[in-house]
């Protein structure tokens, strides 16, 4: 016996056209593109070292993996964009967002937390507002520097969602809780300095009276000068090198002494101030830094107009409380307050190329909801030459951690 609707109509599968070669063609980009989005938002994404402030761990032109599940995904906040683009079309250079439609923060299941010592990509928390024509630079920083009137008038100003503000990559140095501290250029975790990374930099004091090192050592080591310290002497060179290179550099043709250089206590800064920009009370800078606690969810402390340069963006801005302060009183969401208890978990973060770096000695915690994963591996890598005359073979499909020895 066969039923009815088992039954091949034969004259609608005779009937039936096949599909045209351009409908195909859109069928599997429109599946390739909904594939490689989810992937991106709850997998992996791909990132690109654009800056030496990780030297020598990651280098220009390491293009790598970043790890979602790591930390669990991210649910996008900003939900309605152009699948696969970042923050800015290409070409028009116009927004590749809506923010019309807004999600809360909410963070999927992952296999860990982040942890001290792991390299993290996360959104950029100044980057929220940025100036159209030069988004890559901090603009409160801008502000700081030139006066708000004239960073205004220089050029139109975009609002960007959490999500959507530039990718950065850095090492977690201090997790919530942690009492952070920098002592002549040395971090400390609760009293403990941390360990030294075998890549990253610092800035030495090279005596020599044959000039300096030469261009081309310089070039083949992967040395920089620092030109953030004022020229000394005739004899006197700062350059960030690693610290197995200081034994090489002493044997360079002139080379009298190598020494560690660094900011005294108490020097303030000139052209980057840094957090929390209050030099009445915190002379900063950043090799000497703090002490300052990294706060945790849940905890509670009091306020006062000593520490509220501290705390005043992570309560008016990440946390979306009002904030007001009169008379050497807070108001916050119109209630008189003397304490703050947090509802997010904070992170700060550093460049292993500690004097090449504006990290979070500049611009101060890292909201969990800004984080976007852990660095993975390195799937291709490249120096200065381009990808044909300078291709690193040695970092071609190497973890992050396999890297770092």
Not at 84 to 97: D, E, Q, R
Not at 99 to 122: C, L, N, P, S
Not at 139 to 159: K, P, T
Not at 366 to 373: C, I, M, N, S, T
Request: glycine share 8%; net charge positive.
């Amino acid at each position: 016996m066969q039923l009815a609707f088992w039954k091949k109509n034969k004259k609608d599968t005779k009937n039936k056209k096949k599909k045209p070669v351009w409908r195909e063609w859109v069928d599997a980009a429109v599946f390739a593109i909904v594939a490689a989005t989810i992937i991106r938002t709850f997998f992996v994404e791909a990132y690109t070292i654009p800056t030496p402030s990780m030297e020598g761990s990651m280098l220009v032109n390491d293009y790598l993996f970043v790890s979602k599940l790591s930390y669990g995904p991210r649910v996008p906040m900003t939900p309605l964009a152009v699948p696969l683009v970042h923050n800015t079309m290409p070409i028009t250079g116009g927004k590749s967002y809506t923010d019309a439609v807004k999600w809360k923060y909410h963070r999927w299941w992952g296999f860990g937390d982040v942890e001290r010592y792991d390299v993290v990509v996360f959104n950029f928390p100044n980057g929220d507002t940025v100036l159209k024509e030069q988004p890559e630079a901090d603009y409160y920083a801008l502000c700081r520097r030139f006066g708000r009137d004239a960073v205004l008038s220089s050029g139109d100003i975009i609002v960007r969602p959490v999500d959507k503000t530039d990718n950065y990559i850095k090492r977690c140095i201090g997790i919530p809780g942690d009492k952070l501290e920098v002592r002549d250029g040395v971090a400390y975790i609760n009293d403990k300095p941390t360990p030294t990374f075998p890549h990253s930099k610092t800035t030495f004091l090279v005596k020599s009276n044959s000039g300096g090192l030469s261009a081309d050592f310089m070039e083949r080591s992967n040395i920089d000068q620092d030109p953030s310290f004022a020229p000394g002497d005739a004899q006197s060179f700062y350059y960030m090198m690693e610290n197995d290179q200081v034994d090489v550099v002493k044997q360079q043709p002139g080379v009298a002494s190598v020494t560690p250089a660094f900011y005294p206590k108490g020097f303030v800064e000139a052209e980057y101030l840094p957090f929390p920009y209050d030099t009445a009370n915190y002379k900063w800078n950043r090799d000497n830094y703090g002490p300052l606690m990294i706060p945790k969810k849940g905890t509670t402390i009091t306020l006062t107009p000593q520490n509220i340069s501290i705390y005043r963006r992570i309560i008016g801005v990440y946390e979306g409380n009002t904030l007001e302060e009169k008379g050497g009183q807070f108001i916050i969401n119109g209630q008189a307050a003397t304490s703050y208890t947090f509802k997010m978990d904070y992170y700060w973060m550093m460049g292993d190329n500690r004097h090449n770096s504006l990290d979070s000695r500049y611009w101060g915690f890292v909201p969990e909801d800004h984080v976007v994963g852990k660095a993975w591996f390195v799937w291709l890598s490249y120096g200065k030459e381009g990808m044909f005359k300078d291709f690193r073979w040695r970092r071609i499909f190497r973890s992050i951690h396999s890297l770092e020895k």
